[in-house]
Structure formats: C-alpha cells, structure tokens
C-alpha cells in the first residue's frame, strides 16, 4: 500500500509535464473575441485556431511550453503555458496593428484570399454602398437607375443582371431575392452601411456546401460589425448636390458582457442628368450584441431602409449622334421608383461542449418594391410609349442551424460541420403593368401572389492530414412553387416542387509558409422563377451547374504576394431577363472558363498595391460557332490601385477599373464599350477630426456605365432600330467629407 501511496503522490507531482487539454480565449483590448487566431505549440508542433467566439483547445500542452499566437492585423504575442493556464484556462489579448504584408504567413490562414480582401478592406475603407461589392477581387458592378436600382453585376463571364449567379448575405440574412418583379436573384445591397462592415467573406464557383440558390458564380457573405469603438458623425457634400450623413453612437458603456449601437445614415443626390434624379435614401441601422455566459453569445439586429427616385433611364446611340438629346439627357425622365426593406435578424453562438459549436440565425424582412422603366420607348405603343411598372410586396422569414465538431484521430484533425435551414417568401401583388407617366395603368400585363418555400440540409468534412486538408461536402436542397395568377377567371393555384443534391470536394495543400494550392471542384444551382416554372412549364427548375479551380497562392518575397486560379464553369441553363415582358427566357447551355490572377506589393510601411485580372472566354453551346456570343460577358477585366496609410497624417489612394469591349448580341455584330475610369481620395487626420476629399472620374473620361443591345423606336420613327442603348458614366465628381470621433 505504501508503495501505491508514493507511486501515486509521484503521478501527481509529474502530472504537468505530461501532454495535457489547454482551454483558451482570444480577445481584443475591447474584451471582444477574435475569430481565426493562430494558436501555434512551438514545443509540440502544434496548432489549433480560435472560433467564432474567441475559443480554442489545444491538445497536448505541458506546462512551460511556448505558445505562438497572432492573426494579420494585431501584434503577434509569444506565452510560456504555466500550471495555472493548464488548470483554470487563459485569456489572451492582442492588440491592433497596421497591416503589414510581410506577416503574413499561408500556412497559418484558413482562408488566405478572404484574410487578403481584409488587407483591402482596411486600407481602403468603404464609404458608399455601391463600393462593397467592389471589394470582391474580379467583381464589377454598373447602376443604370437612378441610384435606387440594385447594381448590375459582373464576376467571370456571367452578366449576372442584379444576382442570378451569385449568393449574397448579410450575417446570415439572404438578400437575393427570388421570383422577384423585376428579375430572378434581385440583390439590392443599399440598406447595408459601409462603416458597420466587419469582414467580406466570398468564394467563387459552386464549391460550398454551406451555400445554396444562385452559388454558381460565387457568392459574398457580409459580417457586420459587433462592436464599434468611437462615436462617428460624418458629413459630405459634391457636385450635382449630392449630401451623405453619417452617425454612429455607442448605446450602451461597452463592456464584456454586452454592447450595443445604432448608426443612421442619409443620402441625396441629383446626379449628373439634365432631368434631376430627386434621389434619396434613409438607413438606420441597430446591433445589441451580448455574452449569455463566458461561451455563448446572442447578438440581434434590427434595420430599416428607404429610398426613392427618378431615372432618366437608358438613352439610344442615335439619339445622341443625330443631337436630339444629350449624353445625360433622356427620353422619357418619367422612369424611377421606391424601395424599401426593415430586416430583423437574431443571432445565436453557443458552445456545446469543448470541441462543438452551435450557431444559428432566425430572420425576418418585409421588402416593398416599385419601378417605372421604359426601354423601348413607342415600339409597342406609340402613342402612349412603353412605360412599365413592376412592382411587389414581401415577406421573408428563415433560419439556419449550423453544427461544427472538431475530432482529433491521432495525427489526423477532422472538423464536422452538419447544416439546415429554412427560407420561406410570400409575396403579395407581383405586377407588371403598362403605365404612362407613373400616373395611368393603361394594361395590367401580369399580377398575382407567389410563395415559395426552399429547406435545405448540409454536410462538410475536413480532414487536416499533414500539409493536406481534403474537404468532401454534400447539400440538399427542396423547393415549393405556389403561384396564383389573380388575371385568370378562375381562381386556381399552380405548383410544383422538386429537390436537388448537389455534391463538392475541395484540396488544399499548403506546400510551405509561403505556397498553398488548391483544387476545388463542385455543383452547383440556381432557382428559376415561379412564374416561369408554372405559366411555361418549364422543366428546368433548378439548372445546376459544374464548376472546377486549381491555382496556388504564392509569397516569393515577404512583400510580394501572387494568386493565379484556372477555372471552369459549364451552366445547364443559361437565363436571359426580357426588361419589357418581365420574364425570364432560357437559352440553353453555356460554358465559361478563364484566369484569375492577382497582385498584392507593399512597397513600404505606407505604399500598397492590389490588383486583379480575370480573362474569360464564355459561350453559349447550343448556336454555331459565330453566333454563340453571350451578351455581355465580359471576356478581361482588371481593377485595383496604389493605397497609403500613416503618412504623418495622411491617407488616401489611387483606384482604377477596366472592362475590355465585349459582345452585346449573339453574333457579336453589336459591341458593348469598354471604358477605363479611375478614382483618388485623400483624407487628413487632426486629433479627432478628419477631413477626406474623393475625386471620382478624375480624368473626366466618357463612358457608359451599363449597356444593352436593344431594339426600340423613339417617336418620330417609323421602323424600330436595334442597338446599343446605354447608361452614362459618371463625369468629373468631387466630395468633400468631413468626419468627427469620440
């Protein structure tokens, strides 16, 4: 017995010496949580990283073992583990920094590309939402209503009108918007103020499991921010008489328990037309965010947004050749419209046990939607003209549930996440009528009421073996059409419903701290309109499409860091918007493939240059050769520019974008301009105030923000014309702003 008494006291004593379960926190000198911090066992070549709420466990930690923690962005700390760590957890702060390139090491990133896109992000704020989506690598956006109307997107090949091929969300709140009045995916982003934007998180391609209706190109999730540090009120005013106005106030103290703030912002502007766009826009936007204990947290948001406008809309070429109008003239300044959204959306993270992690969202939006357009102006009606109105009322509500476990076998650490969620819209009124002047409906051509109800489910693995992580992922996806077209005279429902699983598999391999490949693979889909699925009959109601990566992320200097991805994308359904009839027309099969390629440099502490390319060749597969362009599918794109930061007290950058000409019809005999515009900013910091200056269009250059290939007949006219009509570019456009913290 007494043999066993020291055998044990020995054990004891030893204890510490031996591997040992490490709990820990992340935090920032806010006492806020930072999410993806590299937590590096020196002693045991050894890594884990933090999770959404700061939290990491590290296996086999012995006391006196050195830790290596540190995430781009904040100064790197080293810690020497004592028994106390071991027994009671640690809490470990980090404090902020600049961005400095020369940090950044690839084998330490979860993600690279998004941690780069970060980089951007905070070397060149955001300060205008149609900036946002800008901040995607290879992403072009084009406005061509007024200010009111969501963007025109861009991203490898796809002309993706206002969303059909691309996911877009804000903290787990969907924003695409399906069977909607003016186009399938309608995405408008306006109710979302740049200065609460935590992280941009994006992928593109169909290879994400947790991702579902229109991922075919990419998709962008937006994070916006918990926490905000100081007290902002913004002032701006430029040319055309445009005003923004920004404040953002801290609602409660912050503590470590809870926070809170609200942000407001307004927008005018007239716009460089002749006929004034009247354009303006209310946002206000709240976040409570609070720890229910050490581990979990509960955050809920509440915003709403408004805006109005007129639009002198698209102008034809020959209008402006014969001098009956000019650049920013129009032929009907009638068009324009209203939009509003109010979103509530709750937030929960929650830690089931030590290597398991619970998060779920719950959200509702009521959306109001009004549009007048005109692009074909008397080809239909040439008396009256051929104004249109679309126009809807909404109702959105949905979850998402998500489960992440992490499972450690022997030298092989495996990461679970399981998924499901719900999104359930109705939407009352969706009309297209034939109007004049706003004021007369002459002809209601479509009106009825649409639900439409998609569950999904999800599985994802990954497997870190060695410098290998391989990710095999499944989705399931159901949807329920209900449409009831109130034109017919006898009331009847339509439906259909139909599910789809859509597999992926993902490599990444991390060669070095300084190279990483990938080879990514995928299907993915996107939904069709309701109206179109019921009225048509059509039967392609979810067309997937096949998409594949590979490319590397290399740091050949510690200054220098390259990404280059060859792609390909095969689409079952290529869709194309009819503005004038309201629908969606399916043109068959397409496939895209290309290069992206970017460049990230800092020359010094205060000199960085981004840039990004994308070469794509599109094609439709279902026309001969010479007429199987697909219009607008831009075939080279490039955007990025020169950023400087902590020049004594200044700060600012040079941006430029380029589109390459491209085919606005099938047989290319109609071409869409490419243009090459660039923009400056600088702003000067004293004490609490800064005062900023942007030049958009510095060179004053002509150019046409969006363009369509369409047949129309102006009044005077006796046969229609068919060719490109066109949105002009900004001009020449100074902003001054003015900006207070505290």
């Not at 920094?97 to 020369?102: A, S």
């Not at 186009?183 to 982003?189: E, I, M, R, V």
């Amino acid at each position: 017995m007494k043999n066993k008494i020291l055998l044990f006291l020995a054990f004891i004593t030893c204890a510490p010496i031996f591997g040992q379960q490490l709990k820990g926190r992340v935090v920032d000198v806010f006492k806020q949580p930072i999410e993806n911090v590299y937590i590096y066992n020196s002693n045991k070549n050894a890594h884990t990283h933090s999770d959404v709420n700061g939290h990491f466990i590290l296996e086999n930690v012995s006391v006196e073992d050195v830790l290596q923690v540190g995430l781009l962005g904040f100064e790197k700390k080293e810690i020497i583990i004592k028994k106390k760590d071991v027994e009671k957890g640690i809490t470990i702060q980090l404090k902020s920094k600049i961005f400095q390139l020369d940090e950044l090491i690839l084998r330490q990133e979860i993600n690279a590309l998004q941690t780069i896109t970060k980089v951007d992000l905070q070397l060149n704020p955001v300060n205008n939402s149609q900036e946002i989506l800008r901040k995607v690598p290879g992403l072009f956006i084009g406005q061509h209503a007024g200010g009111g109307k969501a963007e025109q997107i861009f991203l490898r090949g796809f002309d993706i009108d206002h969303g059909t091929d691309i996911t877009l969300s804000v903290d787990g709140m969907p924003i695409n918007m399906v069977s909607h009045a003016h186009g399938q995916g309608y995405s408008d982003l306006h109710f979302l103020i740049p200065e609460t934007i935590q992280k941009i998180n994006f992928g593109k391609g169909p290879y994400y499991a947790n991702i579902g209706d229109f991922n075919t190109a990419g998709y962008v999730d937006f994070s916006t921010k918990n926490i905000i540090n100081d007290n902002v009120v913004s002032l701006g005013y430029g040319d055309f008489n445009s005003l923004r106005t920004l404040a953002m106030f801290n609602l409660l103290e912050n503590t470590n328990d809870q926070n809170a703030y609200v942000a407001i912002e307004y927008i005018e502007t007239d716009g460089a037309f002749e006929s004034p766009q009247n354009f303006n826009r209310i946002n206000v936007f709240g976040k409570y965010n609070a720890f229910i204990n050490d581990r979990d947290r509960i955050s809920l948001t509440a915003s709403h947004f408004k805006s109005s406008w007129d639009a002198s809309g698209q102008v034809p070429e020959r209008a402006i050749r014969n001098g009956s109008i000019s650049r920013f003239g129009s032929i009907d300044d009638t068009e324009g419209g209203f939009t509003s959204r109010t979103n509530l959306n709750v937030e929960l993270n929650k830690s089931l046990s030590n290597n398991s992690l619970f998060k779920a969202n719950a959200f509702y939006s009521h959306y109001d939607f009004e549009l007048y357009s005109n692009f074909t102006f008397f080809l239909e009606d040439a008396v009256n003209g051929d104004q249109i109105k679309q126009f809807e009322d909404r109702d959105i509500f949905g979850m998402n549930l998500q489960l992440t476990n992490t499972v450690n076998y022997d030298n092989v650490e495996a990461t679970y996440t399981k998924g499901a969620g719900l999104r359930y819209d109705l939407v009352n009124d969706i009309e297209l009528s034939h109007t004049k002047n706003r004021l007369e409906t002459l002809q209601q051509i479509q009106l009825g009421d649409v639900k439409q109800t998609n569950m999904f489910a999800f599985f994802n693995a990954d497997f870190e073996i060695g410098k290998f992580k391989i990710s095999p992922s499944v989705r399931l996806d159901y949807f329920k059409f209900l449409y009831n077209n109130r034109l017919d005279p006898v009331y009847k429902t339509r439906s259909k419903s139909q599910a789809i699983v859509n597999p992926k598999l993902n490599f990444l391999y991390t060669q070095n701290d300084n190279l990483q490949w990938f080879l990514k693979s995928g299907i993915g889909f996107h939904s069709n309109d309701a109206r179109v699925i019921l009225q048509q009959n059509t039967d392609k109601i979810l067309p997937r499409a096949y998409g594949a990566d590979f490319g590397n992320i290399w740091k050949p200097t510690k200054n220098l860091v390259l990404n280059t991805t060859v792609w390909y994308l095969l689409s079952e359904e290529e869709l194309v918007y009819v503005g004038d009839a309201g629908i969606i027309e399916p043109s068959g099969k397409s496939e895209r493939f290309g290069l992206d390629f970017g460049l990230r440099h800092q020359f010094t502490d205060w000199l960085y240059l981004d840039t990004d390319l994308t070469v794509t060749k599109a094609r439709s597969l279902e026309n001969i050769s010479g007429e199987d362009y697909i219009p607008l599918a831009p075939d080279f794109t490039m955007s990025g520019g020169l950023s400087f930061s902590n020049l004594g007290n200044f700060s600012g950058g040079l941006r430029y974008r380029y589109i390459d000409d491209r085919p606005a019809n099938e047989d290319n005999s109609i071409v869409a301009d490419g243009y090459f515009v660039s923009d400056f900013n600088i702003n000067y910091k004293m004490k609490e105030i800064t005062f900023g200056i942007a030049l958009e269009n510095i060179f004053d250059v002509e150019w046409n923000e969006t363009q369509f290939a369409t047949e129309s007949r102006l009044q005077n006219e006796i046969d229609s014309v068919e060719e490109i009509h066109f949105t002009p570019g900004t001009p020449f456009f100074a902003k001054a702003t003015i900006t207070y913290r505290f």
